[in-house]
């Protein structure tokens, strides 16, 4: 088939995946509509706005995805895929038993409906930024505007791991402060507790910058395997280090923090490696949330009996999935609230986030700087709230108090459009390592946001960028010294 037919019939599909992807926004936002004027006999024709809203969003992602086809970037490890999967499953589905209950019924559809938006909202954003441009298998990495041969690479992938066992180390510097035998013997809920700086002091926060400092090392060694020797799996003391924090992860039951390490190595393995197929990608989530599964049965089992009871027993697997109705919960929240007995933020919530981002150097509990979950706590969970517990938070409902019904789709689409516009660093011929791995961990950030709130995303991207800076300052001085030497 001739080149001039194969664009022109790419064109038309999207041109057709445009206009599905119309129709579904506008259906979504009717049913945002129409929940928004019933207001509070919303509940009476709920199930009908949460139809329309489902269908948009269903038939919205199938559009998404035959856009992406049509250009040419869709594939099982597609960065764009992660961010819609995740909000999905949080915002609209919850396997689990949600004992804390639905804040206010009529409020349902509207959440419901606003979700829906919002997600149509950031899919605008990214598929108009992203553009055609492709990741090339066979890329390779230039710093600056020098192409780097692979022992240079070499050199960065050394420094990442580095960074990967001197995190390692501190997390285990850190269990051993709080308790190592009680932290590993203890169930899911109190090893939580444990390791949360309330609780468990400072040794709660070195854990937690060790975290960061294992999730940059990763990247960075990932990413300079990848371009340099098309492995990710660089040398052995990485391969060490990452295997027993990931064996820590699995049995300490700490989902999204296994999510966020093992991103990177399965992003720039399907990138620059090998790209993965949809078997494989099946089997192993499924292998994954059969593992998660066990370990939380064996946690919570004392003896034989009780674990081959939990192993079978569907709500064990239920279990895993139950704070993803949280998260829809704390939207309904926010719509109660505000603006009601709070007036809207008007962005200040983002902009007081950016206080929390500077470094705590006292190692104690901050009591400066807005946070917004914290608050929803406190407004509708008081109890709760005195108990040091947390509902979490929502993207939507982050952009929900601060610009309303109309402003939280536009925060989506602009956080989309920036996603979209960064995704592009890592294709064609010669790739720009470092900001490979900017938006490597830039793209963890944002899926932690997704039920979380903006004090996390912003507060980790700076960390986590600074942490890459410094990386990357070693490497330049490593340069310069290595040039004095040889005009020596």
Request: hydrophobic content about 55%.
């Amino acid at each position: 088939m001739a080149p001039s037919t194969t664009s022109a019939r790419s064109t038309h599909h999207e041109t057709l995946g445009w206009l599905y992807f119309g129709g579904a926004a506008l259906l979504a936002f009717f049913a945002l509509v129409a929940d928004a004027v019933a207001g509070a006999s919303a509940a009476s024709h709920g199930h009908l706005t949460v139809t329309a809203a489902t269908l948009a969003v269903a038939v919205g992602f199938i559009a998404y995805l035959g856009i992406a086809a049509s250009r040419g970037i869709l594939s099982v490890g597609w960065p764009g895929l992660l961010f819609p999967i995740a909000f999905c499953l949080f915002h609209f589905g919850s396997l689990g038993m949600v004992d804390r209950g639905w804040y206010r019924e009529e409020l349902f559809g509207t959440a419901w409906s606003l979700s829906a938006v919002c997600l149509l909202a950031w899919m605008f954003g990214y598929l108009v930024t992203r553009g055609r441009s492709q990741v090339d298998t066979g890329a390779a990495a230039r710093h600056g505007r020098i192409v780097l041969s692979p022992r240079e690479l070499d050199r960065i992938a050394h420094l990442g791991t580095f960074a990967t066992v001197l995190g390692v180390a501190m997390g285990f510097a850190a269990f051993w402060a709080i308790g190592f035998w009680d932290l590993m013997y203890a169930d899911y809920s109190r090893s939580r507790v444990l390791l949360l700086p309330e609780y468990g002091g400072r040794p709660a926060y070195v854990y937690g910058i060790a975290k960061l400092v294992i999730v940059v090392g990763v990247t960075v060694t990932a990413a300079a395997g990848a371009l340099g020797r098309r492995r990710v799996f660089h040398n052995p003391p990485f391969v060490v280090a990452f295997a027993v924090y990931l064996l820590v992860l699995l049995h300490l039951g700490d989902r999204s923090e296994f999510a966020t390490v093992v991103f990177p190595v399965a992003l720039f393995h399907h990138a620059y490696v090998r790209r993965f197929r949809v078997r494989e990608a099946v089997l192993f989530g499924l292998l994954l949330l059969a593992t998660f599964a066990v370990v939380k049965a064996s946690r919570a089992a004392r003896t034989l009996g009780d674990f081959v009871y939990l192993a079978t027993e569907l709500a064990t697997l239920n279990h895993l999935f139950d704070e993803m109705g949280y998260t829809l919960d704390t939207v309904i929240r926010s719509l109660a609230v505000v603006p009601g007995d709070t007036p809207y933020f008007a962005g200040s919530t983002y902009v007081q986030a950016l206080a929390r981002a500077i470094p705590n150097v006292t190692f104690s509990p901050r009591t400066w700087g807005f946070v917004s979950s914290q608050w929803i706590n406190w407004e509708t969970a008081p109890e709760l709230a005195q108990r040091g517990n947390a509902l979490g938070y929502s993207i939507v409902a982050e952009a929900y108090i601060n610009f309303g019904l109309v402003g939280a789709p536009m925060v989506h689409a602009v956080i989309g459009a920036v996603h979209g516009r960064l995704e592009r660093v890592m294709t064609g011929r010669v790739v720009p390592i470092w900001a490979t791995m900017a938006f490597s961990l830039l793209t963890v950030c944002l899926l932690m946001h997704v039920r979380n709130t903006v004090v996390l995303y912003l507060r980790m991207g700076v960390w986590v960028l600074t942490m890459l800076a410094g990386i990357w300052l070693a490497y330049v001085l490593s340069r310069v010294l290595r040039r004095e030497v040889r005009i020596r």
